[in-house]
């Protein structure tokens, strides 16, 4: 696939080579690096930037054997058999024309002749000399001596940083490259730049790399061009019969113990290996296992082995490990892979536990897999139970249901019946939205069971139930009862620390919901992998509510690193969690880019719940950046997706739609909107969410919420609603000095736009009393913070950095004007009368000195009016 492939910028090698063909202390470089990092092409780049008369040659394997083989071609039809005739008349040849820069490909590969002629012209200055030699093999003495001896400068090329991989890759791509697929595409090509643009082809090819909402993804395995793997199968080509064969178990089992490969492929073949450089040996935890030296080199030995080949290596390995103790999830997960493509049996419980273990480690593919070998094995209702958590979670949500419909429940016991029920509740609820179906479903199973811990497990599931659909108090009261329980099972109090912990960060009771997520925590090695995200997110909310936003970060870093091709999912709410906090500390740049690319990840995969509360952060951190289009299209995708089932997100929603509207420059409905997010949020105990709502009007310039936030501030935990009274009595009052206070006070604990807002408000405020040197500081400092934010443009940063002339209704209607807005659609979006748009647009005209709602509109945009 031919395709342009951008050059990434080496300047400091490129200087270092150009100065060397220039300057008097060197005749030329030889550049050093691993096969790929481009030392060709960034030595013709630098030999062309010089310019002159320049000769390439290449050393080659086949014209290693003749004498003088690379020159031979100059020299002509030569018939001396005397060595040094013969090089007098080479040199005559290379030197002919002037000076000369001299390129030599590959010079490892040289003849000893012509690298004793290279060696002289260097010696002698009679030419300059460029070279590159490939890192890690046998070079001759005289190739040596050039840079030893001091007449070439050696440079060495290093594959590229990630930085720098992910920068070739987006500039061929010509778009955002996720981070999931950057760091598999790294890993995989070591930065080596040769692998990495056949890794992207061959992605390309096989239809596995493509874009999804602006966004290039990798999914499935790794693929390799055609033309790369036969460069690579070159270099197997030359490997003794012994190291291809523990190349071939290898590519099977990798890692793999070093007693495992040294007892099926021999000793003597393993160290063979090694020194050839086509595997290495590492210490993992006081254990030696063996790694392949490159990955891709495990792809070309895939492809060249056939389908029997494989089946009977597979089970070979099989038969070893199934031998040996099983330490860890990542064990019987190999054996299990082993197990299932091989000529070898493996009994329906080693798939089934080793499902459990890829889903508890968030690899759902992988997952479902293995619970689908378990159900063609005749598993019962638990091996079904494993294929429907690995599809829900894919956004197979249909198959999931119908694979868990198809049991009756009337035949399963009540252990089946708590396992059974909690998938189907969890997908009808969470993956199908369908609320009503789930909790007939929940209600008909705890109808059913009288175990105490059964019970415990239902009551636990029916309070994540509860707080989804916006039952707060029962959320909490269900959780409570689990919690209380003595020996509650491990999901029974998972359950019960996402539902009551979620409600109680809600409810403003940080300190509890942490306590509920400390327990959460305890028993989270029994938990599936991508649940672990639903309770650190109740965990990073309570954290960001109380205005801790240093250890909401750290709570939301990812439990593990994402390595396995399957774990994109895990990924990408790993992200949201990231983007959560961003939005959060007003890191609006951060912020947008994770949670981006989170949905990207997750638009075409199942999590759907999670996409609510995403694009409620992206929706605020679009409105804070002055992006309302983008905005109201988050808003709206979120919307499109609400019900019963998401009930939980409904006032933060509003809150976002206040933000748009704000950032729209209507503040009379964005203020509106706030305070009904409020009012909402307070019918239903969310006071955390109520506080944020009312702060949010009165960062909009809303006078008339200080009495209600003092009062949550007596209810709601942590520093940030004290400050966010604070900040609201100070405006009420026009008291700039207390407003700047209260930006001083946010920006200590973190929260940047609501210290950005506080100090424009300062400003006004400083204003409206005639102190000019305070306005001055205080506006000053609301671009300081404005800037931080990634260059927050909301309403009272606009009316600080851009005074106008104008009431605050004038300068809103002006900004409708300016969105393109009729006086009939403004008057409905404010609700007012046509004629009083029109009244307000005739006096802001004139306070304007323009004649006309055109020219006031253009002004508003920053248009020139010549």
Not at 267 to 280: M, Q, T
Not at 676 to 702: K, N
């Amino acid at each position: 696939m031919a395709r342009n492939w951008p050059m990434i910028e080496r300047e400091t090698e490129f200087e270092a080579i150009r100065s060397a063909l220039t300057g008097s202390a060197y005749v030329g470089a030889v550049l050093t690096g691993d096969a790929g990092v481009g030392k060709t092409t960034l030595a013709r780049q630098a030999t062309a930037a010089v310019g002159g008369n320049i000769r390439w040659v290449a050393g080659t394997e086949s014209a290693r054997s003749i004498p003088l083989g690379v020159f031979a071609h100059m020299v002509g039809v030569y018939t001396a058999h005397d060595p040094v005739t013969f090089m007098s008349a080479a040199r005559e040849a290379l030197l002919a024309d002037g000076h000369t820069i001299i390129g030599v490909d590959d010079a490892h590969l040289l003849d000893q002749l012509s690298a004793t002629l290279l060696l002289q012209l260097a010696i002698d200055k009679a030419a300059h000399i460029v070279a590159t030699v490939r890192s890690g093999v046998q070079v001759p003495d005289a190739v040596t001596s050039l840079w030893k001896d001091g007449h070439l400068l050696r440079v060495d090329l290093n594959p590229f940083t990630q930085s720098q991989s992910v920068d070739l890759v987006e500039s061929m791509l010509g778009g955002q490259l996720e981070g999931f697929t950057a760091n598999l595409m790294w890993e995989s090509s070591g930065g080596n730049a040769l692998f990495l643009r056949h890794l992207v082809e061959g992605a390309l090819e096989a239809g596995t790399l493509r874009q999804v909402n602006g966004v290039w993804q990798l999914r499935g395995r790794a693929a390799v061009t055609s033309e790369l793997a036969a460069l690579l199968e070159d270099r197997v080509e030359q490997l003794p019969e012994q190291v291809l064969r523990v190349l071939e178990l290898l590519t099977f089992c990798e890692p793999i113990d070093l007693d495992v490969l040294a007892e099926l492929a021999g000793e003597d073949a393993v160290e063979a290996a090694e020194s050839r450089g086509v595997i290495r040996v590492v210490e993992n935890s006081h254990q030696l296992i063996v790694r392949y030296n490159h990955p891709l080199f495990g792809e070309v030995i895939r492809r060249r082995l056939g389908i029997a080949s494989a089946r009977r290596l597979r089970g070979k390995l099989y038969s070893s490990l199934k031998e040996r103790r099983i330490n860890s999830a990542a064990d019987r997960i190999r054996l299990a892979e082993l197990a299932l493509d091989s000529d070898k049996s493996a009994d329906l419980e080693l798939f089934e536990a080793a499902a459990t273990d890829a889903i508890n480690l968030a690899n759902l593919p992988l997952g479902e897999r293995f619970a689908r070998a378990a159900v063609e094995r005749r598993g019962g209702v638990e091996s079904a139970d494993l294929l429907a958590r690995a599809l829900l979670w894919q956004g197979h949500r249909i198959e999931a249901e119908r694979t868990l419909a198809s049991f009756d429940a009337d035949k399963l016991n009540e252990v089946q019946l708590a396992r059974w029920g909690s998938t189907r509740v969890s997908n009808l609820l969470w993956a199908m939205g369908d609320a009503d179906r789930a909790d007939e479903v929940l209600a008909d199973i705890r109808a059913r069971v009288h175990h105490p811990k059964i019970i415990a497990t239902l009551g636990g599931l029916a309070s994540a139930c509860a707080v989804n659909e916006n039952r707060i108090e029962d959320a909490f009261t269900e959780a409570e009862a689990v919690m209380t329980t003595k020996g509650a099972p491990s999901w029974a109090v998972w359950w019960a620390s996402f539902g009551g912990g979620l409600a109680l960060a809600l409810m403003g009771k940080a300190e509890a919901a942490r306590q509920y997520a400390a327990r959460g925590h305890e028993v989270e090695r029994d938990i599936d992998g991508l649940n672990r995200f639903i309770s650190t997110h109740g965990e990073v909310l309570a954290l960001i509510y109380s205005g801790e936003f240093e250890a909401a970060r750290r709570c939301a870093t990812p439990y593990f690193g994402y390595t396995a091709p399957g774990q994109y999912l895990a990924w990408g709410l790993s992200k949201i969690l990231q983007g959560t906090v961003d939005v959060a500390q007003g890191r609006f740049i951060d912020g947008i880019e994770h949670l981006e690319q989170a949905l990207a990840a997750l638009t075409t995969e199942g999590a759907a719940a999670w996409l609510f509360p995403a694009r409620i952060r992206l929706a605020e951190a679009y409105s804070a950046l002055g992006r309302a289009h983008d905005a109201a299209e988050s808003v709206a995708e979120a919307a499109q997706r609400g019900g019963r089932h998401s009930a939980v997100y409904e006032p933060q929603l509003e809150i976002a739609k206040a933000c748009v509207a704000g950032a729209e420059g209507t503040v009379t409905p964005a203020v509106r909107l706030a305070i009904g997010a409020a009012d909402s949020a307070a019918r239903s105990h969310q006071h955390a969410i109520e506080a944020m709502a009312l702060h949010t009007a009165a960062r909009f310039g809303d006078h008339s919420v200080a009495g209600r936030l003092a009062d949550l501030a007596a209810r709601v935990d942590g520093r940030l609603v004290q400050i966010q009274a604070k900040h609201a009595v100070a405006l009420a009052a026009y008291d700039g000095p207390g407003l700047d206070a209260a930006a001083s006070e946010f920006e200590a604990i973190g929260a940047v736009l609501s210290a950005a807002d506080a100090a424009a408000q300062a400003a006004s405020a400083h204003e409206r009393a005639g102190d000019r040197r305070r306005l001055l500081e205080s506006a000053a400092a609301a671009n300081r913070l404005a800037a931080a934010c990634g260059g927050a443009a909301t309403p009272a940063l606009r009316k600080a950095a851009q005074p106008l002339p104008l009431t605050a209704r004038e300068r809103e209607i002006a900004n409708l004007v300016a969105a393109g807005l009729s006086n009939r659609q403004i008057a409905d979006r404010l609700t007012v009368s046509v004629r009083t748009v029109e009244g307000h647009l005739y006096r802001a005209c004139i306070k304007m000195d323009v004649t006309d709602r055109e020219s006031l509109g253009a002004l508003m945009r920053g248009e020139s009016s010549s």
